[in-house]
């Protein structure tokens, strides 16, 4: 199990080889040329975007809330998916 401050310290290759191996994808969404994927990972969010030849880590400190983190996401889900008629 890695903690928050441990995978800050990582370089970013492998902070982006530890979410793919041990995050847990959450959502995802586009935002201009960017593919973003927003992962869990032991208790915090991590932020993964992507674009050609280009991966950029972004983490959110504890103290963010979680709301906050994700309402960029809420556009995309589908009510109907959670529920049947």
């Known amino acids: 199990m890695i903690e928050y401050p441990l995978f800050n310290r ?10 793919t191996k041990k995050g847990t ?8 040329d960017w593919d973003i994927t ?3 990972l032991n208790n915090f969010f991590v932020e993964l975007w ?6 950029i880590i972004g983490s959110f400190h504890s103290s963010v809330n979680p709301l ?3 309402e960029p996401y809420t556009e995309d889900i589908q009510l109907q998916d959670f529920y049947s008629f």
């Open 10 to 19: 990582l370089p970013s290759w492998s902070q982006v080889e530890v979410l």
């Open 25 to 32: 994808v959450v959502a995802q969404r586009h935002h201009k």
């Open 38 to 40: 927003l992962y869990t």
């Open 50 to 55: 992507v674009k050609p030849n280009l991966e």
């Open 68 to 70: 906050a983190i994700l």
